[in-house]
């Protein structure tokens, strides 16, 4: 006999627990099911994002810039040091804390939230029911009125740069390396790509990035994009475009080991020799094994679950949200779709706004942005005006000497709408919500030029870029 729920959630990841929690606020009986386990062999909450993904890389991220801070911009502060030395397991066993610290968090509020939780894979099976695999062995069944397909995704693998876990690694491979590369190559110069490998790269690896695709992240605005990608070079980073791996091979025994690389560029064939491959060129909707047959959820030719723009899969009481769906895969778009649902399950409106959903690339200098590029709008033929301000002429970004970085406001050439606020430069990732803020309320780019800014901060860049728009920025000549 199945047990009975309201609500069963298939994945603990951003949806997946945003969508558990919200329901059980709204006073539903929730079960959430997760497959996941930690570095420890235990049940870890929280999905790719907290466990091998956005929180662990964070905690790396920072370690290693303040390693690189300590030879690269140290001085200009006048603070001097001898012999540095970087300890990379604790580095690595701070991150795992980090994980340990938020995985159990949030099993502390399934708990307070009275949350069911499950621990196996989970398959849908006709008629609204949940098979369990649990890890402590056996099956169970859970049965609810509604059931959220939560199921998250995984790395995609090439099939001629197949995983060993050694010298041929995925994101969560490249988290855990126990010592710094002497040689890294990583194919795919997307978001994974270009933060573990600044990871390394500060660490004192020599980091080379093969990026099939002629341009630099081509779904960024090209201003920025431009401007990252100089700053990138001036670190060291090597990024090669246009560079198609065709073949992988390791080669050597035990520590020299070597990963040959194949590649064909502009130029023709070449190789590469490194000590270790990182792939980072995406991830897929992990929905393998996940439907019985006859559930009627369907999966498009990317193996996502098909949904409305409710995220309803068309089968009554069925939904799916976050990475196993359309749309980008993000952990805060995962978090709206799951309170979106959970609401829209207790009979309240739900909604999630895909045009103002931000956009970070957590290097040095950050990148963010949202909606609109110059690229996109041009192609759709919709007349706009620009205003830019570079961080090099914002006092506080000059006296903290990390001057690199440009904001960019773009609003419609006719009613003034924000379009767009694309950024790179320090603390953008925090600087972009109030373009978010701006399109979500409809609000004009004087409407942002008009809104008093502390100084020194920041966020003045974006102040004078929308003052910019319109030719009237203060500090500079437009």
């Not at 773009?410 to 709408?417: G, L, S, V, Y």
Request: aromatic content about 6%; glycine content about 12%.
């Amino acid at each position: 006999m199945a047990e009975q729920f309201d609500v069963v959630v298939i994945g603990a990841g951003p949806a997946g627990y945003h969508a558990a929690i919200r329901a059980a606020q709204l006073g539903k009986k929730v079960a959430c099911v997760d497959a996941a386990l930690g570095k420890d062999g235990k049940p870890a909450l929280g999905g790719t994002c907290l466990r091998v993904g956005c929180v662990p890389s964070k905690a790396l991220l920072d370690s290693s810039r303040q390693y690189w801070n300590m030879g690269h911009l140290f001085d200009q502060h006048g603070i001097s040091f001898k012999d540095a030395k970087v300890d990379i397991a604790k580095m690595v066993g701070r991150k795992d804390a980090i994980v340990k610290q938020f995985t159990g968090g949030i099993a502390m509020l399934f708990k307070a939230n009275k949350i069911t939780a499950y621990y196996g894979f989970a398959q849908l099976q006709p008629g609204n029911v949940v098979k369990v695999a649990q890890h402590e062995g056996g099956e169970i069944e859970l049965a609810a009125a509604n059931v959220v397909i939560a199921a998250g995704s995984d790395s995609i693998e090439l099939p001629f740069a197949k995983f060993d876990g050694e010298n041929i690694v995925d994101n969560v491979g490249a988290l855990d390396f126990l010592e710094v590369p002497k040689r890294l190559a990583v194919i795919g110069a997307g978001v994974i790509g270009l933060e573990l490998g600044s990871v390394w790269k500060r660490l004192g690896s020599e980091v080379t990035i093969l990026e099939a695709v002629p341009e630099f992240l081509p779904a960024a605005d090209a201003e920025i994009s431009k401007l990252a990608a100089r700053e990138f070079k001036k670190q060291g980073l090597e990024i090669l475009l246009g560079a198609k791996v065709s073949k992988t091979e390791v080669a050597g025994k035990g520590k020299s080991k070597e990963v040959v690389i194949s590649y064909t560029d502009a130029e023709g064939e070449k190789t590469l020799i490194v000590d270790k491959l990182l792939v980072a060129v995406g991830r897929k909707a992990a929905t393998k094994g996940l439907l019985a047959e006859g559930t009627g959820v369907q999966l498009n030719e990317r193996g996502q679950v098909v949904v409305d723009e409710h995220c309803h899969t068309g089968v009554d009481g069925v939904w799916a949200i976050g990475d196993c769906v359309r749309g980008p895969m993000l952990a805060h778009k995962g978090f709206e779709e799951g309170i979106a649902v959970a609401e829209l399950i207790a009979g309240l409106p739900g909604h999630v706004n895909f045009d103002t959903i931000p956009y970070v690339i957590y290097t040095e200098p950050e990148i963010a942005w949202v909606g609109k590029t110059e690229q996109q709008l041009k192609a759709e033929g919709v007349p706009y005006k620009v205003g830019t301000f570079p961080f090099a002429a914002i006092a506080r970004a000059v006296a903290m000497a990390e001057p690199a970085g440009l904001a960019k406001v773009i609003a419609h050439a006719e009613t003034d709408r924000v379009l767009g606020l694309h950024l790179v430069g320090a603390g953008v990732s925090e600087l972009v919500h109030e373009g978010v803020l701006t399109m979500e309320f409809s609000g004009s780019a004087d409407d942002l030029a008009r809104i008093c800014h502390a100084h020194p901060s920041l966020s003045e860049a974006i102040h004078d870029a929308a003052m910019a728009v319109d030719k009237r920025s203060i500090h500079k000549v437009n």
